[in-house]
């Protein structure tokens, strides 16, 4: 007799295992489908976050910080260092600590809200009062029944036509995330967001880093003020090698010689760049393979992503789709806002998410953080705007920790004031933009930042200086 579950969930990271919490606090009776293996053929829950994305390379990149840090920046301070090392065998043990941590952590929560791990990887193999979902473990297969399902299968990395991933020499996240040294020349395909983050952590361990990005436009996302002085500190100050315009030709790749990588450059010369390892960091691609679609009808649009509606809603009763493999911005904590909201539709309830409130970080150094339009795109849909920056380079905290560079720009609308977007780039960024995100989810107005009290001193007050300079009355400028 197949087990009968209220909710399935497949897949089990931050979409997923959110997705599955919130369902079994609600009350039903809730199973997860998750076969991730990690490098040591373990078990894993946690998705792509956990064991391959945010978490462990947020560690690196702490890790690689406090080196550059020691070694660099502390002389302002009056603090001389000598000598020191990098042991990159213990900062990737640190990581993988951290990682099992988190991946443990998804464990308990689990048991404690007597959630179900069905460990393999899930497909639809029928339907007609329940779905019919085949879980192929190690062990074979069993079928299951499910009332609701919420499929969280996420996101691979994309990989190049004629570039052969194999996570030694050539990488994607994976292998990037797991080098045993720092090699002497890193070459990247793609000035995104990982390309940014794992060439900035390898930069700072030691290796030459050369970034090759197709399009012409740096972090053509970001509001152009912030993209130029990203630029200026990542090429000028820090001597990341970013090529724009270029188009990757032929790439020939051997454990002992490296990687030839030949290309086009934005002048249309022939160019070519010779590398110890290459990262391909190209964007990524959803799971929707061998989840069995078909034999159900769930729709897939043509680039793979599963088809749905404002609130998550696939084209068959009862089935969601959340996180990366349905349409939006691949960020973790869209994906598990997504897998709450599915699992308390399921419940009768009526949640929300506002796309437009959700923040985009980029844990270089300095950050970079987002939220909502930019100057240029509101004015690119015909909204008049009034624009308000202020420099980190005259507040007293910023400098007292010796992290004076970078700035806060509000743009708000011209008309009513209310706040379109935020825009920050400094060491702290990622902390100080949900302000911004706080005061867009309660259509709050610029001169509402203005009028509320921040600590002094702070970094914040910079965000409420910003402010008052929507209507250029900042005072300490
Ligand atoms: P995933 O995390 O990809 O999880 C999907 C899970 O489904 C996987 O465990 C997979 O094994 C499982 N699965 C797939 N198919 C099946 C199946 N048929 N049956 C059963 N299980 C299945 N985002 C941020 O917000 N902040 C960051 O700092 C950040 N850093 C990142 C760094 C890197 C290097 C990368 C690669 C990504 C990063 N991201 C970050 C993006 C973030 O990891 C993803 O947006 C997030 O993991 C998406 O969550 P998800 O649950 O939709 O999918
Ligand atoms: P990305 O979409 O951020 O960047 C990919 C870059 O590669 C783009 O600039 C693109 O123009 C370029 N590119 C594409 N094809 C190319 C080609 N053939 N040659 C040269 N350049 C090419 O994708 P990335 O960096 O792979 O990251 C994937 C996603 O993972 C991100 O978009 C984000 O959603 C998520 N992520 C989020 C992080 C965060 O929130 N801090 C950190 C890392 C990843």
């Known amino acids: 007799m197949a087990q009968t579950f209220d909710v399935v969930v497949i897949g089990a990271g931050p979409g997923g295992y959110i997705a599955a919490v919130r369902a079994a606090q609600l009350g039903f009776k809730t199973a997860c489908i998750e076969g991730w293996k990690n490098a040591k053929g373990e078990l894993a829950l946690g998705g792509t976050c956990l064991n391959v994305g945010c978490i462990p390379s947020k560690a690196l990149l702490a890790s690689s910080e406090e080196y550059e840090k020691v070694s660099h920046h502390l002389e302002p301070h009056g603090i001389t260092v000598s000598g020191a090392k990098v042991d990159v065998g213990r900062m990737q043990a640190r990581k993988e600590a951290i990682v099992t941590k988190m991946v443990k952590g998804v464990e308990y929560l689990f048991k404690k809200n007597k959630i179900a791990w069905l460990q393999g990887f899930g497909s639809f193999v029928g339907s007609g009062d329940t779905y019919k979902i085949a879980v192929g473990g190690s062990s074979g297969s069993e079928t299951i029944d499910a009332k609701y399902v919420i499929v969280a299968t996420g996101s691979k990395a994309r990989h190049l036509p004629g570039i052969a991933v194999d996570n030694e020499t050539v990488c994607d996240n994976e292998g990037a995330l797991a080098f045993g040294a720092a090699p002497k020349r890193l070459g990247v395909i793609g000035a995104g967001v990982i390309g940014l983050e794992l060439g900035s952590v390898w930069r700072r361990l030691g290796s030459e880093v050369t970034i090759?990005?197709?399009?012409?436009?740096?972090?053509?996302?970001?509001?152009?003020?912030?993209?130029?002085?990203?630029?200026?500190?990542?090429?000028?100050?820090?001597?990341?090698?970013?090529?724009?315009?270029?188009?990757?030709?032929?790439?020939?790749?051997?454990?002992?010689?490296?990687?030839?990588?030949?290309?086009?450059?934005?002048?249309?010369?022939?160019?070519?760049?010779?590398?110890?390892?290459?990262?391909?960091?190209?964007?990524?691609?959803?799971?929707?393979?061998?989840?069995?679609?078909?034999?159900?009808?769930?729709?897939?649009?043509?680039?793979?992503?599963?088809?749905?509606?404002?609130?998550?809603?696939?084209?068959?009763?009862?089935?969601?789709?959340?996180?990366?493999?349905?349409?939006?911005?691949?960020?973790?904590?869209?994906?598990?806002?997504?897998?709450?909201?599915?699992?308390?539709?399921?419940?009768?309830?009526?949640?929300?998410?506002?796309?437009?409130?959700?923040?985009?970080?980029?844990?270089?150094?300095?950050?970079?953080?987002?939220?909502?339009?930019?100057?240029?795109?509101?004015?690119?849909?015909?909204?008049?705007?009034?624009?308000?920056?202020?420099?980190?380079?005259?507040?007293?905290?910023?400098?007292?920790?010796?992290?004076?560079?970078?700035?806060?720009?509000?743009?708000?609308?011209?008309?009513?004031?209310?706040?379109?977007?935020?825009?920050?780039?400094?060491?702290?960024?990622?902390?100080?933009i949900q302000e911004g995100v706080t005061t867009m989810e309660f259509a709050g107005a610029s001169e509402d930042i203005a009028r509320i009290t921040h600590g002094h001193p702070t970094l914040s007050e910079v965000v409420r200086e910003a402010a008052l300079n929507v209507d250029k009355r900042a005072l300490n400028m």
């Open 212 to 432: 090759l990005e197709a399009l012409p436009n740096f972090l053509g996302a970001c509001d152009e003020a912030i993209a130029k002085e990203a630029w200026k500190q990542f090429t000028k100050t820090q001597g990341l090698d970013i090529r724009l315009g270029v188009k990757i030709g032929k790439v020939t790749a051997a454990k002992k010689t490296g990687v030839a990588i030949e290309y086009t450059d934005s002048a249309g010369a022939a160019q070519k760049l010779d590398c110890d390892k290459l990262i391909v960091s190209v964007g990524r691609v959803p799971n929707t393979d061998g989840l069995g679609a078909g034999a159900v009808g769930l729709k897939v649009d043509a680039r793979g992503f599963i088809e749905v509606d404002d609130h998550c809603r696939t084209n068959l009763p009862n089935v969601f789709a959340v996180g990366d493999v349905v349409r939006g911005p691949m960020l973790a904590h869209k994906a598990e806002d997504e897998g709450v909201l599915a699992a308390e539709l399921i419940a009768g309830q009526k949640p929300h998410l506002d796309y437009n409130c959700i923040p985009w970080i980029i844990y270089t150094s300095p950050e970079i953080a987002w939220v909502g339009k930019s100057e240029q795109q509101a004015k690119a849909e015909g909204i008049a705007v009034k624009t308000g920056q202020f420099p980190f380079s005259i507040n007293g905290r910023a400098l007292g920790i010796n992290e004076p560079v970078g700035f806060v720009k509000i743009v708000a609308d011209a008309a009513t004031d209310r706040v379109l977007g935020m825009h920050i780039i400094h060491a702290h960024a990622s902390d100080i």
